[in-house]
């Protein structure tokens, strides 16, 4: 044991010694590199899907970071877009968008509306997508075969088009759950009529992703909805029931928090049940709620009142009245009623009722980019490592 005052310098030195004596493993853990990132979910990570398949999002969607409507409804970027910023990787195409989709470095297949089950309630009827997640990993268990098929075309199709071993090392992402929280709260359902047989379903198709190469798994759990306009008014403008401190519907955030811990729950056994999985649990429901509990932390103003939105009050927000520059046309011919976007969206949260700004995003992103929101407490950049026992080292003996 050292006694008396030491040499800073000499301090230091020791610190160097011990810290360079440790194993490799514990004394440095390079950043993952991932090639590539195949994508699972909803409207929150839909970068084309919806707008490919049923018609193309409008202006002023897009007008922020894009200039112009780019698949996604927002003002800007998702967190996947963010998280493939990070990794230096182009934004990633839809898997169902046939034109100038690239996929060498990933593909998504999230779709607007989508679900983890069948709702059996069409988009024509006010329902939800057709791409529920089964149906997205069908997708993928068809785009690996056939991209290798394309690729061994050489010159064009081999540029687009993944290599065969980055399904085995991409960074596989989800999100997806949100709307089977308000189907099922809509219908009149508890709880526990619906979040066990969606969590099942959910767990296998993760593991059927897994039976496929999939290994590295960064899964993001269900948002804050009961902050969001469209469940705060509501299609009928009636009320939500009670509301907490942030001005969120209760019953609503209950219900994303009792999917959120059966989530977590399922996903601790998948690690047993996956030895070779990596698989981070991400709280995204925490990191957006802190954004709506204290906004001016984070330079937000109103966080429940809509960017896109009409009808002004507290929400700005109207469920018949949708977010485009242009009216609409109705079936009669007349002009419907349009939503246009606010001065400031940077100063925003919500854009459109339902899904969240350009700078909101991104905060959301670099607060659960640094693990503090995981579980375990793993960056996105270690999203490949498996949790490591922490060594504390005293410099003191």
């Given amino acids: 044991m050292f006694s008396g005052k030491m040499n800073p310098l000499m301090l230091l030195v020791l610190v160097l010694i011990s810290y360079y004596n440790l194993p490799e493993t514990v004394r440095s853990s390079p950043a993952c590199t991932f090639p590539a990132i195949i994508n699972f979910g909803d409207s929150n990570s839909d970068t084309g899907g919806f707008s490919a398949t049923f018609g193309p999002t409008p202006a002023p969607n897009g007008e922020t970071f894009f200039r112009m409507p780019a698949g996604r409804f927002s003002d800007g970027r998702l967190i996947i877009d963010f ?26 297949f999230a779709s607007v509306s989508s679900t983890m089950i ?3 309630i069409s988009l024509s009827q ?33 540029s687009t088009m993944p290599r065969k071993e980055y399904f085995n090392q991409a960074l596989y992402t989800i999100d997806i759950g949100q709307n089977d929280l308000t189907a099922g ?14 969590i099942e379903v959910f767990s296998g198709e993760v593991k059927r992703i897994y039976n496929m190469g999939g290994r590295y798994f960064w899964i993001h759990n269900t948002g804050p909805l009961g902050c969001l306009a469209y469940v705060l008014v509501g299609q009928n403008n009636t009320t939500a029931g009670e509301l907490d ?21 399922t996903l601790v056994k998948m690690r047993k049940e996956l030895p070779h999985a990596v698989i981070t649990y991400v ?11 204290e906004p001016a932390k984070y330079g937000f103003k109103d966080p429940l009142r809509v960017c896109c939105g009409h009808g002004g009050g507290k929400y700005n927000f109207d469920f018949n009245v ?42 959301v ?14 960056p996105l950049e270690m999203a490949c490592k498996h949790q490591q026992k922490e060594q504390h080292i005293n410099f003191d003996d």
């Fill in 283 to 293: 709280d995204i429901y925490s990191a957006k709620y802190s954004l709506f509990l």
């Fill in 118 to 120: 069948d709702q059996n």
């Fill in 83 to 108: 998280i493939a910023e990070r990794f230096g990787l182009p934004f990633l195409s839809s898997y169902l968008d046939s034109l100038g989709a690239n996929y060498s470095h990933g593909v998504n």
């Fill in 185 to 198: 709260l809509l219908a009149g359902k508890t709880s526990d009529e619906f979040i066990p047989q969606t």
């Fill in 126 to 158: 006010g329902g939800y997508s057709p791409f529920y997640l089964t149906i997205q990993v069908m997708q993928f268990s068809q785009f690996i075969p056939r991209s290798q098929l394309f690729a061994k075309r050489g010159w064009f199709f081999n």
């Fill in 245 to 265: 401190a942030a001005g969120c519907a209760v019953i609503y955030n209950k219900a994303a928090q009792e999917f959120n811990v059966k989530l977590n729950e």
């Fill in 322 to 363: 949708k977010c485009r520059s242009s009216p609409a046309v109705n079936g009669n011919g007349t002009k419907a009623l349009s939503a246009k976007a606010c001065r400031q969206p940077s100063k925003k949260l919500v854009w459109d009722g339902v899904h969240f700004t350009d700078a909101a995003n991104k905060v």
């Fill in 365 to 378: 992103f670099n607060l659960i980019s640094t693990g503090k929101f995981s579980h375990p407490p793993r």
